[in-house]
């Protein structure tokens, strides 16, 4: 059969910079960085105080205050998103049928302020029998998100969540590519969404030594590609893409911001949390992507890297982009964004995959800020252009994401510019 092809229409974002698309990109090319003290909870006694936290949110300015009780933050952060990114696309719901419209959104973990506020308050509360919250296991569950998305527009094509740690929401949007192009929707919001800055999330974390201990300076403490770099810096937010049948977004005159062309999808079957030491999972996923996608290494412009500042893991990555994309590797620009938005865990890819839509957009490049002279890995090829400390402009017609996740999952995406 024939696939189809399968277009962007809309995005949508609340990061820990900026809460909506234009604020996002903004603070994005202009090198922000989104981390500052944890003032969600104390820390006097955590390694780690600080994290990248979404800013001034408000839920009872998005939602009915009885409504917005039924949902764990995570889930309030989709609907934010999904909501920014069914508007931006310009699609009619009076008009468009709603049975061939999908919902796929992922999260890494769900709910986990709800699971630690509900059993802290059983323990506390123990003499009185065990008492729970009644929406404690729909606000809890990770699959909850596409569900309320699903709920509010009507949309009744395929919903689910995928769940693979940080690769999630990448594995969100491969899910959506590949129904589309099957024929199965003719459209799916797709995305992720995580808010795990809790006591159980910072602390497990902490006790993992997967996240930056940096707490005299945090806005400097996410060092993807620098030899100072200590962990991640932990994120939350939730992003949001439109993505729709080539045709059907034609035919009503839609805005197409890029087409989709590829993923890749491959494993480490190597270590619990840690990439494979010589990027082999890294390697296969890419040239996964790139295979399906028809392209080859030279055709790439930008790869928005999983690049979270861990020892072992931008080291791989490095090394497994110099085996992919061989002598062109030097030619092609590199960033990692969570050098300013932190680790967005669940929501990293979709959120990365907005910054490599809106690079084909508009050509530019976003930064990896953070990078100090002389901070150099000797581990690490510095001829590569990790586009350190200021964005770059240049033309961009395609771009590549990485994401990786515990368990050893590995998700890439390549997207470009859109052409009859």
């Known amino acids: 059969m024939e696939l189809k092809r399968v277009v962007v229409t809309g995005l949508g974002a609340i990061t820990p910079l900026g809460n909506t698309i234009p604020e996002f990109w903004n603070s994005i090319i202009n090198g922000k960085s989104g981390a500052s003290l944890i003032t969600r909870f104390d820390t006097t006694q955590f390694k780690t105080k600080f994290a990248c936290q979404i800013k001034d949110f408000d839920p009872n300015q998005h939602f009915d205050r009885k409504e917005a009780r039924k949902m764990d933050i995570y889930a309030q952060l989709s609907m934010v998103a999904a909501k920014e990114a069914i508007e931006h696309s310009g699609l009619d719901l009076e008009a468009i049928d709603k049975n061939e419209v999908g919902v796929i959104f992922s999260a890494g973990i769900g709910g986990i302020t709800t699971f630690e506020q509900e059993v802290a308050y059983y323990y506390q509360n123990q003499e009185n029998g065990p008492k729970f919250n009644p929406f404690f296991i729909p ?18 094509g395929p919903n689910y969540s995928t769940a693979s740690a940080c690769a999630s929401s990448t594995h969100a949007l491969i899910d959506a590519f590949n129904y589309i192009r099957l024929g199965k929707a003719n459209v799916i919001v797709c995305g992720g969404a995580e808010s795990a800055i809790t006591p159980g999330g910072v602390g497990g974390f902490n006790a993992l030594t997967a996240i930056s201990t940096r707490n005299d300076s945090p806005e400097t403490a996410s060092r993807p590609f620098s030899k100072s770099r200590d962990g991640f810096v932990m994120g939350e937010g939730a992003g949001c893409l439109i993505f729709e049948e080539m045709e059907h977004a034609l035919a009503r005159g839609a805005n197409i911001l890029c087409e989709v062309v590829g993923g890749g999808m491959s494993a480490d079957a190597y270590h619990l949390t840690a990439t494979h030491p010589d990027g082999l999972g890294a390697t296969l996923v890419m040239n996964r992507a790139l295979k399906d996608a028809g392209m080859t290494p030279q055709d790439i412009d930008y790869i928005n890297v999983h690049g979270t500042a861990t ?23 590199i960033s990692s964004t969570k050098s300013m938005t932190g680790h967005l865990l669940g929501a990293a890819g979709a959120v990365e995959g907005i910054v490599a839509v809106l690079s084909v957009v508009n050509d530019i490049v976003p930064p990896t800020i953070n990078h100090e002279d002389g901070d150099n890995d000797p581990d690490i090829d510095y001829n590569l252009n990790f586009t350190f400390n200021k964005a770059q402009k240049r033309t961009v017609n395609a771009a590549l994401s990485n994401t990786f996740g515990f368990g050893g999952h590995n998700a890439s995406v390549i997207v470009k510019k859109f052409a009859k």
């Open 139 to 156: 606000k809890m569950i990770s699959d909850i998100a596409a569900g309320l998305i699903s709920i509010q527009y009507g949309f009744r």
């Open 311 to 333: 020892p072992v893991g931008d080291v791989s990555e490095a090394k497994a982009i110099k085996e992919v994309f061989g002598d062109h590797a030097y030619k092609l620009n």
